[in-house]
């Protein structure tokens, strides 16, 4: 069973930034795509940041420049330094991770490519 579990949400005013981190199993880290999503209230979930398991990135466009994802091997953790946070970037941030991995198609990977989810964390960006 892959179980995911983010934490490091909170409340930031615009420009600031936030860390979030997505601890899982050795296994999970070791062989699965894991990737961020965010949703936001009557909006469907999106694609923000993405990782497979040999450091290939993959960014939603909002994203770029400003989002950071990362592993650290040592925690079998993937992070999401999130710089320069903007009101719409609010949201519940949600870790996932499947087996195969649409980074290496060379697409941005959607919902329906990962099987697994962690609960979530709460983003609010304030102006």
């Known amino acids: 069973q892959v179980q995911l579990m983010e934490s490091g949400g909170g409340s930031v005013q615009a420009g600031g930034s936030l860390r979030l981190s997505c601890i899982t199993s050795?296994?999970?880290?070791?062989?699965?795509?894991l990737g961020w999503f965010r949703q936001a209230p009557g909006k469907e979930r999106e694609g923000v940041a993405h990782s497979d398991s040999s450091g290939r990135t993959m960014y939603v466009d909002s994203a770029k420049g400003r989002f950071t994802i990362y592993r650290n091997n040592t925690e079998n953790t993937v992070f999401l330094q999130m710089n320069d946070l903007k009101p719409e970037d609010s949201g519940v941030y949600y870790c996932?991770?499947?087996?195969?991995?649409?980074?290496?198609?060379?697409?941005?990977?959607?919902?329906?490519?990962?099987?697994?989810w962690g609960q979530g964390t709460q983003v609010t960006v304030f102006s």
């Open positions: 050795e296994y999970t880290y070791k062989n699965y795509c």
């Open positions: 996932a991770a499947s087996k195969w991995c649409a980074v290496i198609t060379g697409r941005l990977p959607l919902v329906n490519d990962y099987n697994y």
